[in-house]
């Protein structure tokens, strides 16, 4: 068990005082067996009004209301969390999908179609042409072996770049460039999961660092497996999803899982800049 404290500061600066539209923010872990929220603050200014749901997919949303105009709109997440290991994959996978080629039981078959189909079928062939140097059909592979292999040729064919730009790139753009970032790896790993026959699904969080540096905002996959259920995958650092990975949101898009997200109103220039800290640190 690991005790770990995360600390989200995202500010938005303009020139001219401006109204702002509903925003919504997914700053809050997401709960379960292997994680518990113990504290958790949310101060959000100017002043608003805050309230929290749940979306279709559990993600805890602060849906917030703003009361006033201002020059600056200032989100400050402290949330301190519990971590739990979980068992290692190979132990828990369903003797029946042990081995790729599998089929997912008639029992979940339903709910894990959308995880299944590409969210970029245009990008299908060139997706499809990479995957040929990593499995071909009709081979019989170790399924958690070839998740693996995956992940790692992510890491050590691509180079990470830090973008400030918002979005993604299409998965055929990130592999003609050869770089990317941890979202756009994400991306590429969840759509070239989706093209073997997997459920997968975009995952946004925090990871924590080496020490001596700060945490981070972060992206990687997750991948539905008979057994051993949703498992994260880590493209960017070549390595699964363990307890200093923390779970905000999770979406068959990435657009559904973005931190923040809202409008606002006033001169076209009135956006100055915006500055974002996130700490992640043992306590």
């Not at 938005?12 to 539209?21: A, E």
């Not at 290991?85 to 599998?102: M, V």
């Not at 050590?156 to 979005?167: I, M, N, P, T």
Request: aromatic share 10%; net charge negative.
């Amino acid at each position: 068990m690991k005790r770990v404290r995360i600390v989200h500061h995202t500010t938005y600066h303009y020139h001219v005082p401006v109204n702002f539209g509903p925003h919504r923010a997914l700053l809050r872990p997401r709960e379960g067996h292997d994680l518990h929220i113990e504290e958790s603050r949310l101060n959000v200014e100017p002043r608003a009004d805050v309230r929290w749901l749940r979306d279709i997919y559990g993600n805890s949303i602060a849906h917030i209301e703003f009361k006033e105009p201002a020059t600056a709109l200032s989100l400050k997440s402290e949330v301190d969390v519990l971590l739990f290991e979980e068992s290692p994959i190979e132990c828990l996978i369903d003797p029946l999908a042990q081995s790729y080629p599998f089929q997912y039981g008639a029992h979940e078959q339903i709910e894990i179609i959308p995880y299944r189909i590409p969210s970029y079928p245009h990008d299908g062939p060139t997706v499809q042409r990479w995957l040929g140097n990593l499995y071909q059909p009709g081979q019989l592979v170790d399924t958690s072996d070839l998740l693996v292999r995956l992940n790692s040729c992510i890491f050590e064919s691509l180079r990470y770049e830090h973008r400030e730009e918002a979005g993604v790139q299409l998965p055929c753009q990130t592999l003609a460039l050869g770089k990317g970032s941890c979202r756009d790896f994400a991306v590429l790993m969840m759509e070239a999961a989706r093209h073997w026959g997997f459920a997968a699904r975009f995952v946004t969080g925090y990871i924590q660092m080496e020490e001596g540096q700060h945490g981070a905002t972060h992206a990687w996959t997750e991948i539905y497996i008979p057994g051993a259920g949703w498992r994260g995958f880590d493209p960017t650092n070549n390595k699964r999803a363990g307890a200093e990975h923390v779970s905000v949101a999770v979406a068959r898009e990435q657009d559904k899982a973005m931190p923040v997200s809202g409008y606002w109103e006033g001169p076209s220039d009135a956006f100055s800049h915006m500055n974002v800290t996130v700490q992640v640190f043992v306590l």
